[in-house]
């Protein structure tokens, strides 16, 4: 697909058009008032004083008169008017002055935050952590939409707090202390003398405007990279020039494009990133901690699709138990630290896989071959040797540096149809792994046992697989089941990561550069909302303290019924993001004291970081190198766990635009689905075969006249009385679909009537 680049033309004047929302009375944009200041300063206008006290502070709360003055730049504010206004807020102790310079004293209705813009203008700043005690730091503070200025979403702004409306404080925007938009992908839109760009992310409320010789060719209705040039404080849009254009919106690789720019996903490597893996050696060289396991039979046990082998295992069964080998691709071997490879791996964190394509953490050379674990090569790799007895309890542990030659490449489908379906050519061809197999699924059925004793939680859920033909158009979205040989693996990498971790611990490994997968424990606000949603569905939850095992016990009550998916989700949302951090917190979800990452260095930076600590462990003679690519672990944590949120937002809304161009050639087909949530406006449905998720007006809701009963979570109807409330499973049909928004419109068939509900609860 050819893409067209901006090649680095100067932008021409600023043309003017008309607001997207023209109609709005209350849009930001509109030109401010700049007051005169005085010592009662505005509490609903930009002042003039807000604008020399947001320049002290952005100055790292100092400033001469000079930078002052300066800061106005054409602005037709005088010296003396500035002097008098400076006088003004040293006589009422917001500034203090020493010499000639300004310091700017602590001001409780000062805050700094990110801005989160809503569509309809508005916007919620959440508070940084300063120390404010006369802030509260939990709650989003509300800026009205005439107090947003030229703020754009994720702007870190300084707000001046102007009261307080319906329990929640109100303020606006005095000064953009940092801009994080600079580009905004979006459709072209031409026009008789100038063009515009409408933002494809509707937080961003305004178009831009954009010259014709700017539009670097772009048709009407392609999708675009626009960079803005202009905010234009003063003016409805910003000024700006497309800088590339991608192409035909309506095309999957253009969808995965505007995806990929909207969240600014790292997607090409550095010219020195490059040269360095042209340059990498596919010879093992020698070393005197590495040791020869290529008479181990290893097989690796992935997807159908996969490509990047990060993990080969073995089994050995002797008559204390078993010994499990779970190889790990020594990324480390090639990957050294601080070189341009290392640099870009940390700059992306982690792999992010689409439907059609994945944008690796590495390049090619290195996730699909000379780090891949494929079957009948040599390879590097960092095993963990587990020994367990015959009841599945760990006695021991070692690790080592090897070199390993995987056996055979198997799926997840073909195990399962060894193990369970005894399929008779599958067993036949794979005659020399059957045994180690079927010891495979023996250990992990009681690794299982023993870790859900403990109370790890189980949650069971499946995902949703998209089929993408030859001609990249979408001809299924489909759930999938986890089998015995997902289990199989699942539990082997878990044993592995933490037995890592567990070393770590017991032999005081600094944590200056690794890091813990840690998983805190959940609010308990949180758990007794969800507790509340779940009884007024019926379940009968036990009425004690939140501990793994009690979550365990409320899946239980799901397990194999139409409700266990959005039960899971909902309880997954009581609890907290799991993380990265030096600092070992453990992790609630496995119920385990030590954990971490250490399974898929080929994808996941912070796995890369755990080789290389748990190597200088078993090689204390080999010299640690300073690794510049991040200032501290600490910070590696922060970095390395926003770079995961950020890989899930991607692949979930490309999941979404996938989706609601695939239901959009399913108008009036119908759906069995379950309800997800309620509301004002309606419900919330999951479809059952595909999890697509949509909604249902409460104005399509014709039978009857609804309303929200907000205490028990639940729509009833005025005249029947009938209620649907989350779990609900109903039928339901597509009537429209809006593939902007992305949003599916469903209307309701029927209702299928759950087994009567037991509201008797657990004491």
Request: hydrophobic content about 35%; proline content about 4%; glycine content about 6%.
């Amino acid at each position: 697909m050819a893409r067209r680049k901006f090649s680095g033309r100067k932008s021409s004047s600023t043309p003017r058009l008309k607001k997207r929302r023209s109609d709005s009375n209350d849009h930001r944009g509109k030109s401010r008032r700049l007051q005169s200041g005085n010592s009662q300063r505005s509490r609903e206008h930009k002042t003039i004083d807000d604008e020399i006290i947001g320049f002290i502070f952005a100055n790292k709360g100092e400033a001469s008169f000079q930078e002052i003055s300066a800061s106005f730049g054409a602005k037709n504010i005088s010296s003396r008017e500035i002097e008098n206004l400076l006088s003004k807020l040293c006589h009422s102790k917001i500034l203090s002055c020493s010499n000639t310079n300004y310091r700017l004293n602590r001001q409780d209705d000062l805050v700094e935050g990110t801005i989160f813009s809503h569509p309809r203008g508005f916007g919620f700043v959440t508070p940084l952590a300063t120390g404010n005690t006369k802030i509260d730091q939990t709650q989003d503070i509300f800026v009205p939409a005439r107090a947003m200025g030229s703020a754009t979403h994720g702007d870190r702004v300084l707000l001046r707090i102007t009261g307080s409306r319906r329990g929640k404080m109100e303020a606006i925007i005095i000064r953009i202390l940092e801009r994080v938009a600079g580009t905004v992908v979006g459709i072209y839109m031409d026009g008789n003398q100038t063009g515009l760009v409408i933002p494809e992310d509707e937080h961003f409320t305004f178009n831009i405007l954009i010259n014709k010789s700017d539009n670097l060719g772009a048709k009407n209705g392609e999708a675009v990279l626009a960079e803005i040039t202009d905010y234009r404080e003063e003016q409805s849009n910003p000024a700006g020039r497309v800088i590339e254009v991608l192409g035909d919106p309506d095309d999957l690789d253009v969808q995965t494009e505007i995806v990929i720019r909207k969240h600014k996903l790292p997607h090409e490597f550095t010219p020195k990133a490059l040269a360095q893996t042209d340059n990498l050696d596919p010879a093992i060289k020698p070393e005197a901690n590495r040791v020869d396991l290529r008479k181990v039979l290893h097989v690796t046990i992935d997807g159908e699709t996969a490509r990047d082998f990060d993990d080969a295992v073995a089994l050995i069964k002797t008559r204390a138990g078993y010994k499990l080998y779970v190889s790990i691709a020594d990324v480390s071997h090639y990957v050294t630290p601080s070189s341009p490879l290392d640099i870009d791996a940390y700059t992306r964190g982690t792999s992010v896989y689409f439907p059609n394509r994945v944008i690796p953490m590495l390049p090619e050379r290195l996730s699909n071959n000379l780090c891949s674990l494929v079957p009948n090569e040599d390879r590097p790799a960092f095993t963990a040797i587990i020994d367990f007895d015959l009841q599945g309890k760990k006695i021991g542990k070692s690790f080592t540096k090897s070199i390993i030659c995987s056996q055979h490449r198997l799926t997840y489908t073909i195990v399962k149809q060894i193990l369970v379906d005894r399929e008779p050519e599958l067993c036949k061809k794979y005659k020399d792994i059957l045994t180690p197999l079927k010891w495979m699924g023996d250990l992990a059925a009681k690794l299982e046992k023993i870790r859900m004793a403990r109370g790890s939680i189980g949650f069971e859920i499946p995902e949703t697989a998209i089929k993408i033909g030859p001609d990249q158009k979408v001809e299924a979205i489909a759930r999938t089941e986890r089998n015995l040989a997902h289990k199989l693996i699942e539990e082997f990498m878990l044993a592995a990561n933490e037995a890592v971790a567990e070393t770590f611990t017991e032999k005081g490994v600094e944590n200056s550069d690794f890091l813990y997968r840690i998983h805190e424990q959940p609010d308990p606000l949180k758990v007794e909302e969800f507790a509340d949603f779940a009884r007024k569905m019926g379940l009968n939850i036990p009425r004690e303290a939140a501990s793994p095992k009690w979550f365990g016990k409320v899946l239980a009550m799901v397990s194999g019924t139409p409700r266990e998916y959005i039960v899971s989700n909902l309880l997954l949302r009581a609890m907290k993001q799991a993380c990265y951090s030096p600092d070992n917190a453990g992790h609630f979800g496995l119920a385990a004291e030590n954990y971490t990452h250490f399974t898929s260095p080929i994808r996941r930076y912070p796995d890369l970081m755990v080789h290389r600590a748990l190597n200088l462990l078993i090689s204390p003679k080999e010299k640690a190198n300073k690794n510049i690519s991040y200032k501290s672990a600490s910070e590696a944590g922060i970095f390395l766990s926003k770079r995961e949120r950020v890989s899930v937002e991607a692949e979930r809304e490309m999941t979404e635009r996938i989706s609601v161009r695939y239901m959009a050639q399913r108008i009036y087909q119908s759906f069995d689905g379950i309800v997800s949530g309620v509301s004002n406006f309606g419900m919330f449905v999951e479809l059952l075969d595909s999890f697509i998720s949509g909604g249902v007006a409460i104005t399509d809701m014709k039978d009857d006249y609804y309303h929200l009963d907000e205490k028990n979570h639940r729509l009833v109807g005025k005249l029947t009385n009938k209620i649907f409330q989350i779990g609900d499973l109903i039928t339901v049909q597509v009537i429209s679909v809006d593939i902007k928004r992305r949003r599916i419109n469903f209307i309701v068939e029927n209702k299928v009537e759950n087994e009567k509900r037991n509201t008797t609860e657990t004491r």
